[in-house]
């Protein structure tokens, strides 16, 4: 385990997600804030980053498992971890054939373009990089988290869940949560 990733309870983590909602905005006034931190800019000001995958997409991309995955900033009481190198951020994802919503809190670095995130309770790391269309590009190094019935397969063994593009959306939409 390395000094920048920062474990949490899971419970910790269930309870932020549970608390914690993403808003609207755009991402020129997120970078307006006081928050000189790349990952901090990107997602505060409550933006929420979201994919969902349906049938057809899945269809033509059979080594996907990953139907939707969303991030946005941690809630209040986990970013009272944050310092002037880590900003966090709660992401769910959900599977192709498991009803389980998976979700997590991880410690995103002040890497840029590209920020690493560490996954709490040594569930893996993924980097993301903005795009200039204010997408957020994610890319899968290894992420495997609990879930409420199991712990969810390694993202990285499918090949078709290693990179994927998150777009920006509104609070009513999946980072709401479950």
Do not use: W
Request: net charge negative.
């Amino acid at each position: 385990m390395t000094s920048r990733r920062k474990t949490l309870p899971a419970v910790v983590a269930v309870a932020a997600l549970a608390l914690s909602a993403c808003g609207g905005g755009d991402r020129e006034s997120a970078e307006a804030t006081s928050d000189a931190h790349p990952v901090g800019a990107l997602l505060g000001d409550g933006a929420c980053y979201a994919a969902a995958y349906g049938a057809a997409h899945l269809d033509a991309h059979p080594d996907q498992t990953l139907t939707a995955f969303s991030l946005q900033q941690a809630a209040e009481d986990i970013r009272t971890l944050d310092n002037d190198e880590t900003r966090h951020a709660s992401f769910t994802f959900r599977m192709k054939g498991d009803g389980d919503l998976y979700t997590g809190i991880a410690g995103c670095d002040a890497g840029y373009p590209d920020s690493t995130c560490y996954v709490e309770g040594d569930g893996g790391e993924f980097r993301i990089r903005p795009q200039p269309n204010n997408d957020l590009a994610v890319e899968i190094t290894r992420l495997e988290v609990e879930g409420p019935s199991r712990i969810s397969p390694n993202l990285y063994d499918a090949p078709g869940n290693r990179a994927f593009t998150l777009s920006r959306t509104e609070a009513e939409e999946p980072c709401s949560g479950p």
